[in-house]
């Protein structure tokens, strides 16, 4: 019998059923009552302010003209991070990347993605946020990835819209659109340089815990916008954990037994 946990996530992204923030927090709260695990602590993060605000993100700061990168302090509602970062602490793997041609690592780090069945309340209201700040609905949204780096670990020089000028990646074009925006969110401050830097915009940026840098990869007319070529610098000491939300120009085709 599934849990009044994912009901309330059911609500939240109207999977198979109505969508409604409402019904969403009063699952949630009945979950909480009855000792689901970790249903009282998401409550404590999600009713720490009204719906409509909390799932109302805060203003951005443009950071160069070179490209259309910005920085929206305070992304993530207070809490939030630390949530994020203990869903995904045991679940990690060896990151993969989708570059085309590539002979060599480039990311040399661990990830976990969120998909459909291992979402929360928590994770619906960071992506209805980010949903929200880039005018882009949740269904366009590619599952949600936290990344954790240890020191020496990094991500090189890449860049994160899919290059319409490789074969390979044409299938994919058509099945699931451009990546047209990227946000990344840092979780954590207990750590040394691991920047993220654009070297053609001239950007180099590391935020606070619950910061995000986001970045359109593609310019008005749809072309990938070179000047977002971009890496994560690697840690000096410590461990960084940010969220990737990499969003998409039509619908991501989850498979309807995900949705289940």
Same mark, same amino acid.
């Given at each position: 019998?599934?849990?009044?946990?994912?009901?309330?996530?059911?609500?939240?992204?109207?999977?198979?059923?109505?969508?409604?923030?409402?019904?969403?927090?009063?699952?949630?709260?009945?979950?909480? @009552?009855?000792?689901?695990?970790?249903?009282? @602590?998401?409550?404590?993060?999600?009713?720490?302010?009204?719906?409509?605000?909390?799932?109302?993100?805060?203003?951005?700061?443009?950071?160069?003209?070179?490209?259309?990168?910005?920085?929206?302090?305070?992304?993530?509602?207070?809490?939030?991070?630390?949530?994020?970062?203990?869903?995904?602490?045991? @679940?990690?793997?060896?990151?993969?990347?989708?570059?085309?041609?590539?002979?060599?690592?480039?990311?040399?780090?661990?990830?976990?993605?969120?998909?459909?069945?291992?979402?929360?309340?928590?994770?619906?209201?960071?992506?209805?946020?980010?949903?929200?700040?880039?005018?882009?609905?949740?269904?366009?949204?590619?599952?949600?990835?936290?990344?954790?780096?240890?020191?020496?670990?990094?991500?090189?020089?890449?860049?994160?819209?899919?290059?319409?000028?490789?074969?390979?990646?044409?299938?994919?074009?058509?099945?699931?659109?451009?990546?047209?925006?990227?946000?990344?969110?840092?979780?954590?401050?207990?750590?040394?340089?691991?920047?993220?830097?654009?070297?053609?915009?001239?950007?180099?940026?590391?935020?606070?815990?619950?910061?995000?840098?986001?970045?359109?990869?593609?310019?008005?007319?749809?072309?990938?916008?070179?000047?977002?070529?971009?890496?994560?610098?690697?840690?000096?000491?410590?461990?960084?954990?940010?969220?990737?939300?990499?969003?998409?120009?039509?619908?991501?085709?989850?498979?309807?037994?995900?949705?289940?």
């Amino acid at each position: 019998m599934e849990t009044l946990a994912k009901q309330a996530v059911r609500a939240a992204y109207g999977w198979h059923r109505p969508q409604s923030w409402a019904d969403a927090l009063g699952l949630l709260a009945e979950a909480a @009552r009855a000792g689901e695990e970790g249903a009282a @602590r998401q409550l404590d993060l999600v009713a720490q302010a009204p719906i409509d605000a909390l799932l109302t993100p805060p203003r951005v700061e443009r950071l160069t003209e070179a490209a259309a990168i910005a920085a929206c302090p305070g992304f993530l509602p207070p809490g939030f991070a630390e949530w994020l970062i203990d869903q995904a602490r045991n @679940r990690l793997v060896s990151a993969s990347v989708n570059q085309a041609g590539e002979t060599q690592i480039i990311r040399s780090a661990r990830d976990f993605a969120f998909g459909p069945r291992q979402r929360d309340l928590v994770v619906a209201i960071v992506q209805e946020r980010a949903a929200r700040l880039v005018n882009v609905p949740v269904e366009c949204h590619e599952p949600p990835n936290i990344i954790s780096y240890e020191p020496g670990q990094e991500f090189g020089l890449h860049v994160d819209y899919i290059d319409p000028r490789v074969p390979e990646f044409q299938a994919e074009l058509r099945a699931m659109g451009q990546r047209t925006v990227t946000i990344v969110t840092y979780l954590n401050t207990d750590f040394e340089g691991a920047e993220t830097h654009f070297p053609e915009a001239g950007v180099t940026y590391r935020g606070e815990a619950g910061d995000a840098i986001l970045f359109v990869n593609v310019l008005p007319d749809g072309s990938p916008d070179y000047n977002t070529r971009h890496c994560g610098l690697p840690p000096t000491s410590g461990r960084k954990w940010v969220l990737s939300q990499w969003i998409r120009s039509q619908p991501f085709p989850f498979r309807p037994e995900d949705l289940a």
